[in-house]
């Protein structure tokens, strides 16, 4: 199961679960996961548009959250529903680094059924942890 | 419940400061038997998190509306001493100075009825909404560093505003101190374009009828500009958009890499990440979050800008002849330095409100001439089937730093909501029932049912049972427009 809702952590917010068998698989479930809220038919968004992105952290969950919150900035700077098509994860001397492109297309009202805006990643019961079989983030969203 | 809840009144529940390990405070929720039965657990524990926070002064409060939110629970209040205390985003939350206005008109239900699809339709296509919606007024990047560091008083110099409207909006419309030199680019790129914007979640802005059954307090009524019966008013809830969201974002990592490393501050929750007030960091976000606050104002004024318009385009008159005319704006999501007693001496406290409202007394500093005998204007929004209340603020809410709800709270989540509501079917159910939707989103829609909500009666009227604010009226919904 790549990804997971949830209706037991918060009432007014969003949660899911997202696993992987790699970092970039879970990033790219989680990314999913993320759009999907604000967009019920992720598989019309066509790969119109490319932004590469490089992101870098201390540790795996704190990239994980800026990659989420880079997401939901391009959906209110430039209107744009992206989502990873290439991405690597690789240790970067002390800490992490995520190099990926996300391609997409600006929201369509009509064509693209919206569902609700994501504010942003929230801290409460945040997680990304190793399991027997690959990663596991818990992500609860402000919308 | 926990079994540890004490009773204190009807409608004050207290959590002892043994319930917890680092409670340095007591907590209270104000609530009737029925509200705390069925508050959900997030609330007890988010609220006697809030207690531990350093410099907490005398409880730390969760109005009848709680429920969980993250960091503070949504209806979450707790005054710091600006010395030793902290400041937290979690005690604002992410959506800074989300809030609401309420606007007059001198039409009557049986006048706005024939017209009411076509105004809806028109409101629907004055005011952007949904997810990323950008707005009619196009600004620079410098420019929009006017409108955060200005608020309301940029919007008077624009044209979008009346010196009525900016006297009518808590603290005029424009938190002072506040410098856009402390505002990320990345947070001005992410909000210079959405100005004017409803947004979606439970955003949205709606025509309400003030039935003469429904006038609770005739004499605050008519003080209130409440004089017609039948008379329509709109409501609308929105807030600082991208802007904000990104503010609170950057804030809140900066916070939590500080906190224990600089600050030696530990907490049970990392939404709950803080600073010293006084600290450079602390400093910089209180600045920061005025600018977010006064982008809130200054969306909410152009919004009101686009009102004016839409109704006097349709109604073939000017927004003066049609009495388009503020009762007043209150902010949710904030933090303030106010003076309140504490111990019986009147202390400067930096008031964090998260999903409360602001509700001065009579008599109350800082309150429009206007209001000085009534009290502030209290404005809190039901769900979109129900209704919702302009109330005022009472001389008995000190106790909680004249605080009170901020709308009726949910009590399921939006993932069990759109399991059991379909949006194209509440659409039109809600139309049956003399209601008329317009959304870009029925995915949205059917999570803001009804039912997803708790009992506006019930919690309206157990704020006034606890002395916090007092009804005035109910307003029942004809027509919304939501993202």
Known sequence: MPFEYRGDI????????????????????????????MVENLAEVRPAQTVELELEQENEEMLLFDFLNELIFYKDARRLILLPSQMTISRDGEGFKVHATLKGEEIEVGRHRMNTDVKAVTMLRYSLEQVACGWRATVVLDV | MPAALKRISDTVWEL?????????????????????????????????????????QRYAYCMPDGHWGYGFPIGGVAAMDPGTGVISPGGIGFDINCGMRLVLTNLTAEQVLPKLHQLVD????????GVGCHGFVKLKEDDFRSVIEQGSRWCLKQGFATKEDLEMTEEGGCFPGADASHVSDKAVERGF???????????YCEIQVVKPENVMDAELAEAFGLTIPNQVVIMFHCGSRGFGHQVATDYLKLFLSVMDRKYGIR??????????????EGQAYYSAMKCAVNMAFANRQVILHHIREVFSELFGASPDELGLRMVYDVAHNTAKLEKHKVNGKEKELLIHRKGSTRAFGPGAPGLPECYEKTGQPVIIGGSMETGSYLLAGMSSGADA????????GRTMSRHEAKKRFRGDKLQREMEARGIYVRTDSFG?????????????????????????????????PIGNIKG
């Open chain 2, 122 to 129: 028109r409101l629907f296509s004055r005011i952007p909404t």
């Open chain 2, 401 to 408: 730093f004249f605080t009170t709800a901020h709308g009726s």
């Open chain 2, 444 to 476: 949205g829609l059917a999570e803001e049912a009804g039912p997803a909500y708790k009992d506006i009666d019930e919690v309206v009227e157990a704020t006034e049972l606890a002395g916090l604010s007092k009804r005035v009226a109910r307003l029942v």
């Open chain 2, 16 to 56: 002892p400061v043994s319930y917890k390990e680092g409670m340095l405070v007591p907590a209270r929720i104000f609530a009737s038997e029925k509200l705390i039965r069925e508050m959900d657990a997030g609330v007890f524990e988010q609220v006697s998190n809030v207690a531990t926070l350093p410099g907490i």
């Open chain 2, 267 to 280: 907490i049970r929750d990392r939404e709950l990440a803080c600073a010293p007030f006084h600290s450079p």
């Open chain 2, 193 to 203: 374009n959405q100005l004017g914007t409803l947004g979606s979640g439970n955003h």
């Open chain 1, 10 to 37: 918060a009432h007014a917010d969003i949660a899911f679960n997202a696993w992987g068998d790699t970092l970039e698989e879970l990033f790219r479930e989680a990314a999913r996961a993320t759009m999907q809220v």
